[in-house]
């Protein structure tokens, strides 16, 4: 028999409850067999919270922590309504449409075209419904030219993210993925030769990578695929994975052809909540044209109301990250997301300078594209390692990723810090003093940590580069 919970009963006596008595509650074990007043539910819920880490802290994360008084009351406003239900809240469908024709646009969608695309919880959705897209159009185009449509893979390179492996499990596409190597953790045209074949649905290229910020050369690889198509008549799409850079390119990069512009870029996915600058969750995912989004992966539903086109995977979610962004939109505009933008490139700028000018750092990304500062030690030192500096800095509440690289270059250590828009320059000081003091300490006592043990990989399908 399971035992009775040890929460106390609900004052039934009439004896004057004091504030304190709320400490004597304790979370049962099973499923509360009584309720509480509300107040002592909410101090037990904000205590167990206590030692968690400090969002605005926590610089190992590319999601927004930051909102205006303003942005929390749209929040309220539309944190009870389900978006999906088209029908009840027609208005909250209509900013999303505006948003992807925006979006489209941002990107340098073609003119004369009709857009498509959709809000999602986040990029991980998104990318979902892109590789969805890619997979049953190749699977069309396989079987009316009467070939075998059994076999789908896609290209993409080790720095990806794990959006896609579990993408290509899901959903039973062979993953191809090209090894990095010691200096160069994007993906470029170096393996395709030997990945890319008949069957492959898409090449997904990275526009700000989550181990290094960079982006991977889009251009190349969109180069060798047209020339790929004029040795054997293969066509091949890319979709760009935007969840870090979508936000960033546009308006700090103009001219850098890193999107629509490019022909054979088909679909691209980005982080609402990350520097689109909404809390989470929510994520874009836009196509080229309608076209590219096969129909057969539309359902229409009418038991909500009227008839409704859904082509999402998640069906019920809350509208508010929906309506906040197209505060966020209307709110700053073009040049207020330039100026954001600027200025955490320029916060990012200086850590980075700070840190390196140091003497214990080596910079690790080769373009500074979007706020992101990834370093490995200077392999003179030996007493400690980049884990022992992001245990050292959690004294000082700080949380930064410390990770180990993909193959080929898993011997190789990162310490990366994400420079989110809420932090001001005082405070990217303290954090650059922090981490030099943290060096300086382990100088004299060392280190003891090691990296955290990774499960076994699984066997893959795939080539091996």
Same mark, same amino acid.
């Given at each position: 028999?399971?035992?009775?919970?040890?929460?106390?009963?609900?004052?039934?006596?009439?004896?004057?409850?004091?504030?304190?008595?709320?400490?004597?509650?304790?979370?049962?074990?099973?499923?509360?067999?009584?309720?509480?007043?509300?107040?002592?539910?909410?101090?037990?819920?904000?205590?167990?919270?206590?030692?968690?880490?400090?969002?605005?802290?926590?610089?190992?994360?590319?999601?927004?922590?930051?909102?205006?008084?303003?942005?929390?009351?749209?929040?309220?406003?539309?944190?009870?309504?389900?978006?999906?239900?088209?029908?009840?809240?027609?208005?909250?469908?209509?900013?999303?449409?505006?948003?992807?024709?925006?979006?489209?646009?941002?990107?340098?969608?073609?003119?004369?075209?009709?857009?498509?695309?959709?809000?999602?919880?986040?990029?991980?959705?998104?990318?979902?419904?892109?590789?969805?897209?890619?997979?049953?159009?190749?699977?069309?185009?396989?079987?009316?030219?009467?070939?075998?449509?059994?076999?789908?893979?896609?290209?993409?390179?080790?720095?990806?993210?794990?959006?896609?492996?579990?993408?290509?499990?899901?959903?039973?596409?062979?993953?191809?993925?090209?090894?990095?190597?010691?200096?160069?953790?994007?993906?470029?045209?170096?393996?395709?030769?030997?990945?890319?074949?008949?069957?492959?649905?898409?090449?997904?290229?990275?526009?700000?990578?989550?181990?290094?910020?960079?982006?991977?050369?889009?251009?190349?690889?969109?180069?060798?695929?047209?020339?790929?198509?004029?040795?054997?008549?293969?066509?091949?799409?890319?979709?760009?994975?935007?969840?870090?850079?979508?936000?960033?390119?546009?308006?700090?990069?103009?001219?850098?052809?890193?999107?629509?512009?490019?022909?054979?870029?088909?679909?691209?996915?980005?982080?609402?909540?990350?520097?689109?600058?909404?809390?989470?969750?929510?994520?874009?995912?836009?196509?080229?044209?309608?076209?590219?989004?096969?129909?057969?992966?539309?359902?229409?539903?009418?038991?909500?109301?009227?008839?409704?086109?859904?082509?999402?995977?998640?069906?019920?979610?809350?509208?508010?990250?929906?309506?906040?962004?197209?505060? +966020?939109?209307? %709110? &700053?505009?073009?040049? !207020? =997301?330039?100026?954001? @933008?600027?200025?955490?490139?320029?916060?990012? *700028?200086? +850590?980075?300078? %700070? &840190?390196?000018?140091? !003497? =214990?750092?080596?910079? @690790?990304?080769?373009?500074?594209?979007?706020? *992101?500062?990834?370093?490995?030690?200077?392999?003179?030192?030996?007493?400690?390692?980049?884990?022992?500096?992001?245990?050292?800095?959690?004294?000082?509440?700080?949380?930064?990723?410390?990770?180990?690289?993909?193959?080929?270059?898993?011997?190789?250590?990162?310490?990366?810090?994400?420079?989110?828009?809420?932090?001001?320059?005082?405070?990217?000081?303290?954090?650059?003093?922090?981490?030099?003091?943290?060096?300086?300490?382990?100088?004299?006592?060392?280190?003891?940590?090691?990296?955290?043990?990774?499960?076994?990989?699984?066997?893959?399908?795939?080539?091996?580069?």
């Amino acid at each position: 028999m399971p035992k009775k919970s040890k929460a106390k009963a609900p004052n039934t006596s009439g004896k004057t409850l004091t504030p304190f008595d709320q400490f004597n509650l304790e979370v049962p074990a099973s499923f509360p067999e009584t309720g509480m007043a509300a107040r002592a539910a909410q101090a037990m819920v904000n205590s167990e919270e206590w030692t968690d880490a400090s969002p605005m802290l926590n610089l190992s994360s590319f999601v927004t922590t930051f909102a205006e008084p303003e942005e929390l009351e749209v929040m309220h406003h539309n944190f009870t309504k389900n978006y999906i239900d088209h029908d009840m809240y027609p208005q909250v469908f209509a900013m999303e449409t505006r948003m992807v024709k925006w979006l489209h646009g941002l990107w340098n969608g073609p003119k004369g075209v009709e857009p498509y695309g959709t809000a999602t919880v986040g990029s991980s959705e998104a990318c979902m419904l892109g590789g969805l897209a890619h997979k049953w159009n190749w699977r069309e185009a396989r079987q009316k030219a009467g070939k075998d449509a059994s076999r789908p893979n896609i290209v993409t390179g080790g720095n990806v993210q794990i959006v896609w492996k579990k993408f290509m499990k899901y959903f039973d596409v062979e993953p191809r993925i090209a090894p990095l190597e010691v200096g160069n953790y994007r993906l470029t045209t170096k393996h395709l030769e030997k990945l890319v074949d008949e069957n492959t649905i898409c090449v997904v290229a990275i526009a700000g990578q989550t181990f290094t910020g960079e982006d991977d050369d889009i251009q190349e690889i969109h180069d060798w695929l047209d020339r790929y198509e004029k040795r054997t008549g293969i066509s091949i799409p890319m979709h760009i994975d935007g969840a870090s850079g979508g936000f960033v390119n546009p308006f700090l990069y103009p001219d850098y052809k890193w999107d629509f512009r490019l022909p054979r870029v088909q679909s691209i996915n980005a982080s609402g909540h990350k520097f689109g600058l909404v809390p989470p969750g929510l994520g874009w995912v836009v196509f080229r044209e309608r076209k590219v989004f096969n129909e057969d992966l539309m359902f229409y539903v009418n038991y909500l109301g009227g008839e409704m086109p859904t082509a999402t995977i998640n069906f019920s979610r809350n509208a508010a990250p929906i309506a906040v962004q197209y505060y +966020l939109f209307l %709110r &700053l505009g073009f040049e !207020g =997301y330039r100026q954001v @933008m600027q200025h955490s490139l320029d916060n990012a *700028v200086h +850590l980075r300078d %700070r &840190l390196v000018k140091s !003497g =214990y750092f080596k910079i @690790m990304n080769r373009t500074q594209r979007i706020p *992101v500062v990834a370093l490995t030690l200077d392999p003179k030192i030996k007493k400690y390692n980049e884990f022992d500096i992001s245990f050292k800095v959690r004294e000082r509440g700080w949380v930064l990723s410390a990770y180990t690289m993909p193959p080929d270059a898993q011997e190789v250590r990162s310490l990366r810090i994400v420079v989110r828009p809420h932090l001001n320059r005082n405070v990217v000081d303290m954090l650059a003093d922090d981490i030099i003091k943290a060096c300086k300490y382990l100088d004299e006592h060392g280190g003891t940590a090691k990296p955290p043990a990774l499960h076994a990989k699984h066997t893959s399908r795939g080539h091996k580069c």
